[in-house]
């Protein structure tokens, strides 16, 4: 598709403005501010009981002296009432819930015994207090219980040869000597991935453990990845894969799960596949090893009758359209079920009647829920808010026996809360209410969505973000998204939060410019070796549009700041579109793209990005778009933010574009966080990070 499917409008004609708060803020009502980012409850996890009586979720609390996180255990009717505390263990971090499916046992994570593991509360006691599960050796990650409750898969981190959850001889093959030094031999593929350095011969894997008439993990378990010589590599997959990536069989005899061979082409390789274990001590076996992209999500459907995964088709590419494709066990047929749906599944469940598949997808500026029809491949877009409500992002959705949805929302005005409806097609209702009275008591900021003629013509989407009701000039922020292929749509962040700024008194500009996802492969294809090209385009164009759509944006104060690719966008703009801003904040940036292509972990990203390898397929598209070729044109005030666990794009890269800010004299400020990744998560680290960039912008914005 070379450009979006709906009809590509004049700037006067295309304007879409969905107001999320339409009146002024009372004067009561104070201002958002790094505080209540750093407090307000996380939610996550919903389930529900097997009769549809109660609903489960985790919930994180943040001290705010201390700062310290601590996840517990809460339950509310599902027909609605107040919530309670469930399985409280007191400082113990309970997590990750899941009903026994007689409903009679509540399983889930806790660190009370001094590790990560199962617990256990029998619901048919009153008063009964949890009860530990499992006792491995090694940390619990995660668990899947068996559809009829007989058994447990968990998975954490152990020995390749280690024969079950923990052992005492630790694996780790890159510490042979009597020094600290890490060697890795020839072909070792990973040496470091994300924020942790790599200890060959541990991995994370899975074991399925039968339990005992009381619920107790009763025996060693049997490896998902079978004898050593067939399989090495992580189940669930790192740095980012989870529970969606292990299933039961319908029967409970065997599961599905993802893994990546690792090997000396690792990071290289996208090529995520899908196992099937039989757990009768058999040789687990590739299904998808005919393809060598991503595949994921496994998900069989509660009849047995069906399998459904996710997959890409190119190899290298992450950011590749992850289309359905299924298999009738019956007939043997398989095939790709939504080739002619233009999005990317980012979740997929069965209907309980096993008649349905529900996924969620980004679309343009919302992440809503979709109906597939498993033999049609029929896509049908769900619309689960009321009437004059924005879907927002829709997520960890559980189909329920009555024909109803359980699932989270969140939305750039309000963190992720527990959603509701009895039936598809009537509007769901909030079932928790963890943030509701410390939102209430924040002044609203108000968001504007837009869309313009962007590069090539084609339309392009945006967002304005600002204090309700505000009327004097107000300085601008162009915030600009990481990924390359991400998107700064209607979601809540708790890193780059557009309401947290606003809230200061500042107007945030966002655009989702060509590479963004939720609009379609084409576009999101759109910046492959275009780094500094088409996107450059559309934030150009977006920041005019902006400014004349709202006059309260003062266009002679304005400053950029991005993170990841977004920090490279910075170091771009700084050399590209000097004399817009006032000030430039780059976090996680890339500084100099050839070296960047040597240093990160994930070599398949950059080799894709910039269309082969730096040394001799393709020198000249990374320097085409490289930034640091452009320094004699710097000259606008940055501040650079980096982290000395970022792999991803290591620190070195902030260093140097500070070094060359130094040396050319233009006024700039490094911050450093020697405990963080990519991101910043640590409490007490967001709260400088907060510090840091609004102390920044203040200098540069308000005079």
Not at 328 to 355: Q, Y
Not at 475 to 489: D, E, R
């Amino acid at each position: 598709m070379k450009r979006h499917a709906f009809a590509l409008l004049a700037l006067s004609s295309a304007l879409v403005a969905v107001p999320v708060f339409a009146q002024s803020a009372p004067s009561a009502q104070k201002q958002m501010g790094i505080e209540d980012l750093l407090t307000l409850k996380r939610i996550a996890a919903p389930v529900a009981s097997p009769d549809g009586k109660w609903v489960v979720w985790q919930q994180t609390d943040t001290d705010a002296q201390s700062y310290k996180r601590q996840a517990g255990l809460w339950r509310v009717m599902a027909k609605g009432g107040t919530a309670e505390r469930v399985a409280d263990l007191t400082d113990a971090a309970e997590s990750d819930p899941a009903f026994s499916p007689d409903g009679k046992r509540l399983y889930f994570l806790s660190g009370k015994s001094g590790s990560s593991q199962v617990w256990m509360l029998d619901l048919t006691a009153a008063g009964a207090a949890p009860v530990q599960a499992s006792k491995f050796k090694a940390d619990v990650s995660g668990f899947k219980l068996s559809p009829d409750g007989a058994k447990i898969i968990a998975w954490g981190d152990v020995a390749r040869d280690c024969p079950t959850l923990g052992c005492e001889k630790d694996g780790n093959t890159t510490l042979p000597g009597l020094g600290t030094g890490r060697h890795y031999k020839d072909g070792a593929g990973f040496v470091r991935h994300w924020d942790a350095w790599e200890t060959h011969g541990n991995y994370s894997r899975a074991f399925a453990f039968a339990l005992g008439a009381d619920g107790i993990v009763a025996d060693s378990g049997t490896a998902l990845d079978g004898p050593a010589g067939v399989l090495t590599g992580d189940t669930p997959t790192k740095p980012h894969g989870g529970g969606e990536e292990v299933a039961w069989t319908a029967d409970s005899k065997g599961a599905w799960f993802i893994a990546r061979q690792a090997d000396r082409n690792e990071p290289l390789s996208t090529n995520t596949d899908l196992w099937h274990a039989p757990l009768d001590g058999g040789t687990p076996h590739n299904i998808t090893d005919g393809n060598e992209a991503t595949d994921t999500l496994p998900t069989p459907s509660p009849d047995g009758k069906w399998l459904a995964w996710a997959a890409m088709a190119r190899p290298g590419y992450e950011s590749d359209r992850l289309v359905v494709r299924i298999v009738n066990f019956s007939t043997r047929e398989e095939k790709t079920l939504t080739t002619s749906w233009d999005r990317s599944v980012a979740s997929l469940a069965w209907t309980p009647d096993s008649k349905s598949l529900i996924a969620t997808a980004q679309d343009v500026m919302d992440t809503p829920a979709f109906r597939i029809d498993p033999v049609s491949g029929k896509v049908e877009r769900l619309k689960l808010m009321s009437k004059g409500m924005n879907e927002g992002h829709i997520s960890n959705v559980v189909p329920l026996k009555n024909g109803g949805l359980l699932f989270t929302r969140d939305a750039i005005a309000h963190p992720a809360e527990v959603w509701m409806t009895d039936k598809i097609g009537k509007p769901a209702r909030q079932l928790s209410r963890a943030n509701d009275a410390q939102l209430a008591a924040m002044a609203p900021v108000a968001t504007q969505r837009f869309s313009f003629a962007g590069a090539n013509g084609d339309t392009v989407w945006g967002q304005i973000h600002k204090p309700a009701g505000a009327s004097a000039k107000l300085p601008v922020l162009l915030f600009i998204h990481g990924g390359p292929q991400g998107t700064y749509n209607d979601s809540w962040s708790w890193r780059w939060n557009p309401k947290v700024f606003a809230s200061q008194g500042y107007a945030v500009v966002s655009v989702d410019f060509h590479g963004s996802t939720g609009y379609g492969q084409a576009f999101t294809d759109a910046i492959n070796k275009d780094w500094g090209g088409k996107p450059l385009v559309d934030l150009q164009k977006g920041m005019e549009a902006a400014l004349r759509i709202d006059s309260a944006l003062d266009s002679t104060n304005t400053c950029a700041l991005g993170a990841s690719y977004g920090g490279y966008m910075v170091n771009w703009i700084e050399g590209q579109w000097p004399d817009r801003f006032k000030c430039l904040v780059q976090h996680d940036g890339v500084f100099d793209a050839r070296a960047m292509a040597y240093e990160t972990e994930e070599l398949w990203f950059d080799e894709w990005e910039h269309g082969g390898k730096p040394y001799h397929e393709a020198p000249e598209e990374y320097e085409k778009w490289n930034p640091v070729n452009h320094v004699a044109k710097w000259k606008t005030p940055m501040l650079v933010i980096t982290s000395e666990k970022d792999f991803r794009i290591p620190y070195t890269q902030g260093l140097a574009s500070f070094a060359a800010l130094q040396r050319k004299g233009i006024p700039s400020e490094l911050l450093v966080f020697p405990d963080e990744n990519h991101w910043v998560l640590k409490p007490k680290n967001s709260k400088q990070w907060h510090q840091t960039v609004f102390a920044w912008l203040d200098r540069w914005l308000r005079k």
